[in-house]
T-cell receptor
Framework: EAGVVQSPRYKIIEKKQPVAFWCNPI?????LYWYRQNLGQGPELLIR????????DSQLPKDRFSAERLKGVDSTLKIQPAELGDSAVYLC?????????????????FGPGTRLTVL | RKEVEQDPGPFNVPEGATVAFNCTYS??????FFWYRQDCRKEPKLLMS???SGNEDGRFTAQLNRASQYISLLIRDSKLSDSATYLC????????????FGQGTRLTINP
């Protein structure tokens, strides 16, 4: 079974340029997450989707970041304009959440990430 | 104070040694707990869930102390392939699906 797919794997841009990341979750997974991981730190959640609805975007810097998950499958994360401090690895993860109460231990599967360098 | 705190290490131990990692969390209402493993330049992968009664998976033992808000991971008979960063992860009650990661503890097993 294919895992979470992300592209591109690497991206180098100059500051103030726009950039977009794409994620294809595991087939059948209804919940999708975008995380940012800075060097030497653990991943931090940016946004979580349940199907096509963004249910938690409290950590998403909305002045420059946007995300969408059309049709509840693939997702894109965009930064416009990028800043030097946005250099990080952007990880997408997915999980199957069938019951909010029951599923406490459901596993999130991560993609390989996109390593962004802003010059 | 960070929601999940870990000693970042690095830990350098000889092959065959026993090594233990600790983690504390600040939200007493946290629902579930995990250890993830992350190899260099790779994505995090679930190593094991941590249950209230403690649980073991081969050479790995996880413990949870809810009163002290403390989680531990013990690796016995360490192998070279255990070299990685170990992330302590807590699932918050907020929406029940938000994972909060510690910064990770870097482990190197030396031959």
């Amino acid at each position: 079974e294919a895992g979470v797919v992300q592209s591109p794997r690497y991206k180098i841009i100059e500051k103030k340029q726009p950039v977009a990341f794409w994620c294809n979750p595991i087939s059948g997974h209804n919940t999708l997450y975008w995380y940012r991981q800075n060097l030497g730190q653990g991943p931090e959640l940016l946004i979580r989707y349940e199907n096509e609805e963004a249910v938690d975007d409290s950590q998403l810097p909305k002045d420059r970041f946007s995300a969408e998950r059309l049709k509840g499958v693939d997702s894109t994360l965009k930064i416009q304009p990028a800043e030097l401090g946005d250099s990080a690895v952007y990880l997408c993860a997915s999980s199957l959440v069938e019951d909010r109460v029951q599923v406490v231990y459901n596993e999130q599967f991560f993609g390989p990430g996109t390593r962004l360098t802003v010059l | 104070r960070k929601e999940v705190e870990q000693d970042p290490g690095p830990f350098n131990v000889p092959e065959g040694a026993t090594v233990a990692f600790n983690c504390t969390y600040s939200n007493s209402a946290s629902q579930s707990f995990f250890w993830y493993r992350q190899d260099c330049r790779k994505e995090p992968k679930l190593l094991m869930s941590v249950y209230s009664s403690g649980n073991e998976d081969g050479r790995f033992t996880a413990q949870l102390n809810r009163a002290s808000q403390y989680i531990s991971l013990l690796i016995r008979d360490s192998k070279l392939s255990d070299s990685a960063t170990y992330l302590c992860v807590v699932k918050t009650p907020q929406g029940a699906q938000k994972l909060v990661f510690g910064q990770g503890t870097r482990l190197t097993i030396n031959p």
